[in-house]
């Protein structure tokens, strides 16, 4: 942004230049000084900085899911938090992770292409250990391949990671990741030419005292459809759309299934410990004040909704709903079914 100086500031400048305490020749060069950004064209920036922001936000969501996912299947202290989220070559991911290693390949329907969930060894073992029982400790210097029954245990807990990042990616899309295979050579998980560009999301994982990486590979082809919504704008307009509309909708139809106690109260009447003691089938308890004619209060988990009368409906008996405690006098059931009952 240029400064526009005051008329104090010019002269106190001319003053400094004419008795030499600032030299003109200096003060040229230093103007013309430009900073200047090295690009690299064999590695173009595909993502912008808000959208690497975005893709972190969305991946802390699903660090925090996975932590109590993790921490819950092996019964041990589990946590997961991202550390970097990057851009680079393919190429330049596949040397970075070691051979042989855990490599998921997944299918990210409905986006076209394929993702890398990579997993460091030290954790992968750890997991395992603690799965067949034992204490959970890897062993960094641990170099070999998954066995069958191996892999068939490391598939079951990349599956239901896989869960946790269909959640965390919820407001942007609706993802449906799904493991196609498992890898332990780098080198044959070639779902993108070497040079082109991906994100990179490292998580830093601990399997009680186990310390290690999991890596989170997306290839810029694979999320290009959906790269005008990574965006800080459309994520926060998400989510308030998702607490309004989609999180209410959700929670209306679950409140629909939930069983409440209704009960029709009659009178009341204090009665003595010996009294009630003393009942027996046939005894008639006579209560204080009570018409045939009043209306009878309905409680919805003791709390006053409804008044009634009573009546039957064939050989059952019934109550009749006559008022609506929170309504007006002139609103039907019908309504009222539609609205909402406030206490």
């Not at 922001?53 to 996975?66: D, K, N, Q």
């Not at 073992?125 to 960094?140: C, N, P, T, V």
């Not at 988990?301 to 008996?317: A, L, W």
Request: charged content about 25%; glycine content about 6%.
């Amino acid at each position: 942004m240029t400064e526009v100086l005051s008329q104090e500031e010019i002269d106190q400048l001319l003053t400094a230049i004419s008795t030499g305490e600032v030299d003109a020749e200096e003060m040229n060069q230093s103007t013309d000084q430009r900073k200047i950004k090295i690009y690299d064209f064999k590695r173009p920036d595909k993502f912008s900085k808000d959208q690497i922001r975005t893709i972190s936000m969305i991946h802390e969501t699903f660090a925090r899911l996975t932590t109590t996912g993790l921490s819950a299947q092996l019964r041990a202290m589990a946590h997961v938090h991202v550390a970097s989220v990057d851009q680079l070559t393919y190429e330049e991911f596949i040397r970075s992770i070691p051979n042989p290693t855990t490599l998921a390949v997944i299918d990210m329907e409905p986006l076209k292409g394929n993702a890398v969930l990579e997993i460091d060894p030290s954790i992968t073992f750890a997991i395992i250990d603690k799965l067949f029982g034992g204490k959970g400790e890897g062993d960094s210097k641990l170099q070999r391949e998954l066995t069958e029954i191996e892999s068939a245990v490391i598939e079951g807990v990349i599956v239901r990671v896989l869960g946790n990042l269909r959640e965390a990616w919820s407001n942007v899309i609706d993802l449906r990741p799904r493991l196609g295979r498992i890898e332990v050579n780098p080198q044959f998980a070639q779902i993108v030419p070497p040079s082109d560009m991906v994100v990179l999301v490292t998580l830093e994982t601990k399997i009680g005292e186990v310390e290690g990486m999991m890596n989170f590979c997306i290839p810029y082809i694979t999320i290009e459809p959906v790269i005008s919504k990574l965006s800080g704008q459309y994520w926060y307009s998400s989510v308030r759309k998702g607490t309004t509309t989609e999180n209410l909708m959700v929670i209306k139809e679950r409140l629909n299934s939930v069983f409440v106690n209704i009960i029709v109260e009659i009178g009341m009447i204090e009665v003595k410990v010996r009294d009630v003691l003393a009942l027996k089938i046939g005894d008639f308890i006579k209560l204080d004040n009570v018409k045939i004619t009043d209306n009878f209060i309905v409680k919805v988990e003791d709390k006053h909704k409804f008044e009634c009368r009573p009546g039957t409906i064939g050989s059952k008996m019934a109550v009749q709903i006559v008022k609506c405690f929170g309504f007006a006098d002139n609103e039907t059931i019908s309504e009222i079914e539609g609205g909402e009952i406030n206490e």
